[in-house]
């Protein structure tokens, strides 16, 4: 095994043991905020609109924050958003804008001219692992079945999932791949353009599996459309332990596709504690752990420097991989 997978693997397990196992820190007698702005980089009905609404709906429902609005500015993989907040930096006190995976991965492409560097860190807030799936009567039963059919001819084994060659979906298979032992650029993947052109490619057969979050395979799989070969996280999840994880077929894979808060750049270090605790009392509340539900993610609360650590940590395995599968 080359070094750098054994680099990568070791990052990765211990960023995603760290973020996975950090404790929230009940913030006592915690003000209410009069109000919070939701900055989302995309459009409605996507994840980045879930959490920051179902964030709202939380601080809300559980009187830490007396009003949430919300905003959705599309454009540039996210960069529009992102620039818009840090030109108006001086007048973004009150905004909170989310993130995910991507404003890692479309930094390191080029396709945004910024990076999480460039905002203020508030805090990672939630995750969904990934999974790889097939359909429930493929006869690929198990990871090790689709590893035998990719070993006789790896153009055997098509991988699809809603995002293009190089982006994250394509990664966490590869990831997979490179866990197991294999050559992470010889199977062949198929972009769609979302998530529900990805499956109808697996309904009809143009894909064998399907790589996708966790919490889209959970819907799935409780449909009984889908089977799920395994999941990134680093023990089986309670929301749907049914489901085997990677590690605990041999498989060194673990990836959790965090969602988070970023503040402009110059947020004052009062109003970053103050938006802090006041997610972190969120997580603690019935209120979040309804939303949080409902959306089928996992808490990996982790605020300011560790959050910020855990980026750092998640840009070297995710730039190592795209170098080795020629995207950088």
Same mark, same amino acid.
Not at 156 to 175: E, F, K, N, R
Not at 200 to 210: D, F, M, P, Q, T
Not at 264 to 291: D, H, N, R
């Given at each position: 095994?080359?070094?750098?997978?054994?680099?990568?693997?070791?990052?990765? #397990?211990?960023?995603?043991?760290?973020?996975?196992?950090?404790?929230?820190?009940?913030?006592?007698? $915690?003000?209410?905020?009069?109000?919070?702005?939701?900055?989302?980089?995309?459009?409605?009905?996507?994840?980045?609109?879930?959490?920051?609404?179902?964030?709202?709906?939380?601080?809300?429902?559980?009187?830490?924050?007396?009003?949430?609005?919300? /905003?959705?500015?599309?454009?540039?993989?996210?960069?529009?958003?992102?620039?818009?907040?840090? /030109?108006?930096?001086?007048?973004?006190?009150?905004?909170?804008? %989310?993130?995910?995976?991507?404003?890692?991965?479309?930094?390191?492409?080029?396709?945004?001219?910024?990076?999480?560097?460039?905002?203020?860190?508030?805090?990672?807030?939630?995750?969904?692992?990934?999974?790889?799936?097939?359909?429930?009567?493929?006869? *690929?039963?198990?990871?090790?079945?689709?590893? /035998?059919?990719?070993?006789?001819?790896?153009?055997?084994?098509? *991988?699809?999932?809603?995002?293009?060659?190089?982006?994250?979906? $394509?990664?966490? #298979?590869? *990831?997979?791949?490179?866990?197991?032992?294999?050559?992470?650029?010889?199977?062949?993947?198929?972009?769609?353009?979302?998530?529900?052109?990805?499956?109808?490619?697996?309904?009809?057969?143009?894909?064998?599996?399907?790589?996708?979050?966790?919490?889209?395979?959970?819907?799935?799989?409780?449909?009984?459309? %889908?089977?799920?070969?395994?999941?990134?996280?680093?023990?089986?999840?309670?929301?749907?332990?049914?489901?085997?994880?990677?590690?605990?077929?041999?498989i060194d894979a673990q990836f959790?596709?965090?969602?988070?808060?970023?503040?402009?750049?110059?947020?004052?270090?009062?109003?970053?504690?103050?938006?802090?605790?006041?997610?972190?009392?969120?997580?603690?509340?019935?209120?979040?752990?309804?939303?949080?539900?409902?959306?089928?993610?996992?808490?990996?609360?982790?605020?300011?420097?560790?959050?910020?650590?855990?980026l750092e940590q998640q840009e *070297?395995?995710?730039?190592?991989?795209?170098? /080795?599968?020629?995207?950088?």
């Amino acid at each position: 095994m080359n070094t750098l997978g054994w680099t990568r693997r070791a990052l990765i #397990a211990a960023a995603t043991a760290s973020f996975a196992a950090t404790g929230m820190a009940k913030a006592e007698g $915690h003000q209410m905020m009069d109000s919070v702005h939701f900055l989302i980089p995309g459009g409605a009905g996507g994840g980045w609109d879930g959490t920051a609404r179902g964030t709202g709906e939380a601080l809300m429902n559980a009187g830490l924050v007396g009003n949430a609005t919300y /905003e959705n500015m599309s454009g540039g993989g996210g960069g529009v958003a992102i620039a818009n907040l840090i /030109e108006n930096a001086a007048s973004s006190d009150g905004t909170l804008m %989310v993130n995910s995976t991507p404003i890692v991965i479309r930094a390191l492409t080029g396709e945004i001219s910024q990076s999480f560097r460039d905002l203020t860190m508030v805090a990672g807030t939630v995750g969904d692992y990934a999974a790889l799936v097939v359909l429930a009567d493929s006869p *690929i039963e198990t990871m090790e079945d689709a590893l /035998e059919i990719y070993r006789e001819d790896p153009n055997a084994l098509t *991988i699809g999932g809603g995002s293009v060659p190089g982006g994250m979906d $394509h990664l966490v #298979a590869a *990831i997979v791949m490179q866990g197991a032992g294999e050559d992470p650029t010889a199977f062949n993947y198929i972009g769609y353009d979302a998530g529900g052109e990805a499956m109808a490619g697996l309904l009809s057969g143009e894909i064998k599996a399907l790589s996708t979050g966790f919490s889209e395979a959970i819907g799935l799989a409780e449909q009984g459309e %889908v089977r799920i070969l395994g999941v990134t996280a680093p023990d089986r999840v309670p929301a749907y332990d049914a489901a085997p994880t990677f590690v605990e077929q041999g498989i060194d894979a673990q990836f959790v596709n965090w969602r988070g808060f970023f503040g402009a750049p110059g947020l004052s270090e009062e109003k970053q504690a103050e938006y802090q605790a006041m997610l972190a009392a969120m997580m603690e509340t019935p209120e979040w752990e309804e939303v949080r539900a409902r959306m089928g993610l996992v808490n990996i609360y982790q605020p300011g420097e560790e959050f910020t650590q855990f980026l750092e940590q998640q840009e *070297i395995q995710i730039g190592d991989l795209m170098r /080795e599968l020629g995207f950088l």
